[in-house]
């Protein structure tokens, strides 16, 4: 039973929306708040300060991803990354050819970033994917054209976790000489990613999802690759994207990558053994109940369960109460009533869809939290079954067959 004595504070169970920042990267940040001020654009003191805190944090970075320093990009987080990898492409390319592969599970910065494309004249094929949300190589392969400039394709997706063949694209790309740009926001600081040996163009990452500060990311741009600019004013980094820089914020992301770069073997082991023992316990005491995603290649903290003849919304808002929070897929599209774009194009039907939730663990997360979690949607899910007419009606028909 769901033993409400345990909510001595919150089970926080949606990292892939946000995390909790490091204190690390917190108190790395302080004095560029307050007595490290300088703007990094002046040539004196104060400005050569912020300068080389600037350029130690692009070497950190560059460091996790086997790259050079020149091919970090520093922005606000992840969809000004994704607008400015789809659209500066899009825009430096165009003069040879103006068509774009992507895929229907994308995060909405790309997808809405080739809708806004396709109104500005380019083509864009969406590429399906199958009842675990990967690709297919031989449909990509088929999608190809002759103008075909870019392919982007995400690492790991947001909602049911599933990791693309990243490698394999990137050297597809590579071997037709197109772009490969892959959104590795949920991926980046959860697996190792190396750029050289994936055959990676372009990658986008944002600081608060490895427990970094909001506002925070980067785009890596291989060296050679051309790149229209989105924002417009001053040379700031390397003259492609105007702004004064964000210097706290910088540090305290280059502080957040050092610290998941170096416990990230030993956080994959804990967040798989957490993910499995949920995902066991769920599936075999729930019936009912499927897991999204594919069952191996996946985020190490992703779970996303649907629960027939269960309304996801009632249950996030009890779980809410009990001090558990989860979500029903995607932070930036939560407001929406449609079921999810991702969930859809995995075959879902709209009901089993609406009946879904996503547990995103941490490193935080133990497994008296899992246990405690395990019970109250086990109870949660009978509660609501109950109330269900649907699942009255099914029960009813099922027991008439018998």
């Given amino acids: 039973m769901c033993d409400q004595e345990y909510k001595a504070g919150v ?4 990292n892939a929306a946000t995390t909790r920042m490091a204190e690390e990267a917190e108190a790395a940040m302080q004095p560029y ?17 912020a300068q080389a805190a600037i350029a130690h944090a692009r070497e950190v970075i560059a460091a996790s991803l086997d790259a050079r320093p020149s091919e970090i990009y520093f922005t606000s987080g992840g ?81 049911v976790g599933t990791i693309e063949p990243v490698m394999q694209i990137g050297r597809f790309a590579r071997d037709h000489q197109i772009l490969f740009h892959t959104d590795a926001v949920q991926a980046y600081g959860q697996i190792p990613i190396d750029v050289a040996c994936l055959q990676v163009d372009l990658l986008t990452a944002s600081g608060h ?11 890596y741009v ?58 066991g316990e769920l599936l075999t005491t729930i019936p009912y109940s499927q897991l999204n995603g594919h069952p191996e290649q996946r985020l190490p ?57 996503r547990l995103t663990i941490g490193e935080e997360t133990t497994k008296k939290d899992a246990d405690y979690v395990i019970a109250c949607i086990r109870e949660l899910v009978g509660g609501l079954r109950e109330q269900s007419p649907f699942y009255e009606d099914y029960q009813s028909r099922f027991h008439a067959v018998d």
């Fill in 79 to 159: 969809s000004e990354a994704d607008n400015w990898a789809v659209k500066g492409v899009a825009e430096a390319y165009g003069k040879y050819g103006r068509h774009i592969i992507t895929s229907r599970i994308e995060h909405h910065a790309v997808l809405n970033s080739c809708h806004y494309l396709e109104e500005q004249g380019y083509e864009v094929t969406y590429l399906d994917v199958d009842q675990n949300g990967m690709i297919s190589l031989e449909q990509l392969e088929h999608a190809v054209r002759e103008d075909t400039i870019l392919i982007s394709v995400m690492f790991g997706n947001n909602e």
């Fill in 301 to 357: 903290n992703n779970i996303n369960i649907s629960f027939q003849f269960v309304d996801g919304g009632a249950l996030l808002v009890m779980l809410d109460t009990l001090g558990i929070c989860a979500s029903g897929g995607s932070a930036c599209t939560s407001a929406s009533k449609e079921p999810s774009h991702v969930l859809k194009a995995i075959g879902l039907s709209d009901e089993l869809a609406r009946g879904t939730i």
């Fill in 222 to 279: 291989r060296d050679g690759v051309k790149l229209q600019s989105l924002i417009h004013g001053g040379a700031q980094e390397q003259g492609l994207r105007a702004g004064t820089e964000n210097v706290p914020g910088i540090v305290g992301l280059a502080t957040a990558v050092y610290i998941a770069d170096a416990a990230m073997e030993q956080r994959m082991k804990y967040e798989i053994q957490i993910r499995e023992y949920m995902i």
């Fill in 11 to 14: 089970v926080y169970l949606d």
């Fill in 33 to 49: 708040l307050v007595e490290k001020f300088g703007n990094a654009s002046t040539a004196y003191g104060y400005g050569e300060e």
């Fill in 209 to 219: 999802k490895f427990r970094g500060p909001k506002g925070t990311g980067f785009l």
